[in-house]
């Protein structure tokens, strides 16, 4: 079956970078997305890769998949703390009107 | 566009009574998800249409909840009778043929 896991928690300092991991299990994932909520707010779509890719970067975010490995991970550059909220990631297998499966999400606290 | 729409955005009820949860999905988009978000479960996916028509109903709780796509620009989640188990934020997201999914703000749902 589908499965998405995630560390539940990270705290970095201002400035710092921060790495947040993702592993999925189901290998037919062809599109795989880093989503971000902010208390009270709906889930909004950060970025998202083909499975095809190893890397996409997007100014201050960086991902990485390793395919092999089922090993997703999101880098945010200098970290603000705007950036303190929970990130999810989140699995879409290729086909069509298939559904994203999503981890239970990680929330990111961002001290300054 | 002005996004996937849902309403209400708070709902408080009585155990017992029934609830419906609407959604406008983006203007061309094609399929359509609803899901649950608790503290205890995460985001769970309860159903999804692609053109109108369920494609996945087996995240649904249980026969209290149904759920309609009668045309392309509306859905709607009813819960009947509700109970005080079903308090949560529910989630509407659409999609088009591609990879992005939008989300709308959700609906907190509260029984008492």
């Known amino acids: 079956g589908e499965d998405v896991e995630q560390s539940l928690f990270l705290s970095v300092r201002e400035g710092d970078s921060s790495v947040i991991n993702c592993t999925y299990t189901d290998s037919s994932s062809t599109y795989l997305y880093w989503y971000k909520q902010e208390p009270g707010a709906g889930l909004q779509l950060l970025t998202y890769?083909?499975?095809?890719?190893d890397m996409k970067q997007d100014q201050r975010l960086t991902v990485l998949l390793n395919k092999k490995d089922k090993h997703l991970s999101l880098r945010i550059a200098d970290t603000q703390t705007g950036d303190s909220a929970i990130y999810f990631c989140?699995?879409?297998?290729?086909?069509?009107?298939?559904?994203?499966?999503f981890g239970k999400g990680t929330t990111l606290s961002v001290s300054s | 566009d002005a996004g996937v729409i849902q309403s209400p955005r708070h709902e408080v009820t009585e155990m017992g009574q029934e609830v419906t949860l609407r959604c406008k999905p983006i203007?061309?988009?094609?399929?359509l998800f609803w899901y649950r978000q608790t503290m205890m479960r995460g985001l769970e996916l309860l159903i999804y249409f692609n053109n109108n028509v369920p494609i996945d109903d087996s995240g649904m709780p249980e026969d209290r909840f149904s759920a309609k796509m009668p045309n392309a620009s509306f859905s709607t989640l009813k819960i009947q009778p509700s109970e005080p188990r079903d308090s949560a934020v529910y989630f509407c997201a659409s999609i088009h043929r591609g990879t992005e999914a939008f989300f709308g703000q959700g609906t907190r749902l509260t029984v008492v």
């Open positions: 890769i083909f499975s095809n890719m």
């Open positions: 989140a699995e879409r297998a290729n086909q069509a009107g298939t559904a994203l499966i």
């Open positions: 203007s061309g988009h094609n399929s």
